[in-house]
């Protein structure tokens, strides 16, 4: 389970400080796959971040199970997230100079996963195994960031805005192949997006809004990746 108590995220200087997170207090039970909502700046991305342990908060305490990552120091909580969480990324961070096989294989040995190929088949990369990033549409980076942090076996996986970059059947694609891999794997995935459609291929729905919860509500019916409207 991953717990929030109290968060609070500032960025500036003190005389131009915004406050980005007020308080936010949330629970994540093993397995959910949860859609955080959000309008551009209500904070959702800046949550994300700092439940995957990739900022530090101002104030409050982040627990998986009984550990408070919160308390961790710079050393410990990279290897915190070494070890349990995935995160795919806006701005994809892949590395220029190496190919899409060494950029995914990089997420695998973290895990000893020798099966990862399997992932770069699945998500239709199999043609751009010796391409560099530069050679490749936004979409195709994306996939390559989806497919490094699938390798790597998280028991989180992070997404910021995943389908952002990707046209519609490459989205539905890529969601329906995430969703399936988490029902297999039984990982937990928490998602951010601005797409209500996406939000309906979640277990739980948390709509952010000034930097505060405003709506956290269990879905009725869950729909796949090819019911949903885009």
């Known amino acids: 389970m991953i717990e929030a108590k109290g968060i609070v995220k500032s960025y500036g200087t003190s005389d131009n400080r915004q406050t980005v ?5 949330l629970s994540i039970n093993d397995g959910d796959n949860v859609v955080i909502l959000g309008a551009s700046g209500s904070g959702k991305s800046t949550l994300l971040n ?58 695998a040995d973290l895990a000893d996963n020798k099966d990862y190929k399997d992932i770069i088949e699945c998500l239709g990369l199999g043609e751009k195994l010796n391409k560099y990033p530069r050679q490749l549409s936004g979409g195709e980076q994306q996939r390559v960031a989806v497919a490094r942090a699938l390798a790597k076996l998280p028991k989180v996986l992070f997404m910021d805005e995943p389908t952002g970059a990707l046209d519609e059947a490459t989205g539905r694609q890529l969601l329906d192949y995430v969703l399936k891999l988490r029902k297999e794997r039984g990982f ?43």
């Not at 997170?21 to 207090?25: A, M, T």
Request: glycine share 8%.
């Open 188 to 230: 937990t995935l928490v998602t951010v997006t601005h797409n209500e459609n996406i939000a309906q291929t979640a277990d739980r729905v948390i709509k952010l809004n000034s930097g505060l919860i405003v709506e956290d509500k269990q879905n009725p019916t869950i729909k796949t990746a090819y019911e949903i409207g885009w």
């Open 21 to 25: 997170l007020k308080g936010i207090g």
């Open 50 to 107: 700092v439940l995957s342990g990739l900022e530090r908060v101002d104030e409050g305490k982040i627990f998986y199970d009984e550990r408070e990552i919160t308390r961790l120091t710079d050393r410990e909580l990279t290897a915190f997230r070494r070890e349990y969480v995935g995160f795919v990324f806006q701005q994809y961070c892949l590395l220029p100079d190496m190919t899409v096989d060494k950029n995914v294989r990089m997420g």
